[in-house]
């Protein structure tokens, strides 16, 4: 069983950065591809980027060049940053564990509660 918790979310101008973080619980990690998804009122939930255990990475083309996503396996932590944020951003992002990096989300095990990002314009 992995528990993930993220935090960092916020209301910012566009064109404004945010960091979002993202700790598991448990031992296993470091095995586990992570991932990023968000979901705006009313839309489905959409994969935003994501991770592999090796480093491997993929994006959405919505946010490519303005997101980067990475880990730090000592801290269990994933980590998304955001920069030139727009609108069109403002969701609620979570973060998923599972096993390999894919956009579906019914490919993720386990999810954290989410935390709200909101623009402005």
């Known amino acids: 069983q992995v528990q993930l918790v993220e935090s960092g979310g916020g209301l910012v101008q566009a064109g404004g950065s945010l960091r979002l973080s993202c700790v598991a619980s448990?031992?296993?990690?470091?095995?586990?591809?992570m991932g990023w998804f968000r979901q705006a009122p009313g839309k489905e939930r959409e994969f935003v980027a994501g991770?592999?255990?090796?480093?491997?990475?993929v994006y959405a083309e919505s946010v490519k060049g303005r997101f980067t996503i990475t880990r730090d396996n000592a801290k269990n932590t994933v980590y998304l940053q955001m920069n030139s944020l727009e609108p069109e951003d403002t969701a609620v992002y979570y973060c998923?564990?599972?096993?390999?990096?894919?956009?579906?989300?019914?490919?993720?095990?386990?999810w954290g509660q989410g935390t709200q990002v909101t623009v402005s314009s």
């Open positions: 998923a564990a599972g096993w390999g990096v894919r956009t579906a989300p019914a490919t993720y095990d386990y």
């Open positions: 448990g031992r296993t990690f470091s095995r586990h591809g």
């Open positions: 991770i592999s255990n090796g480093g491997s990475t």
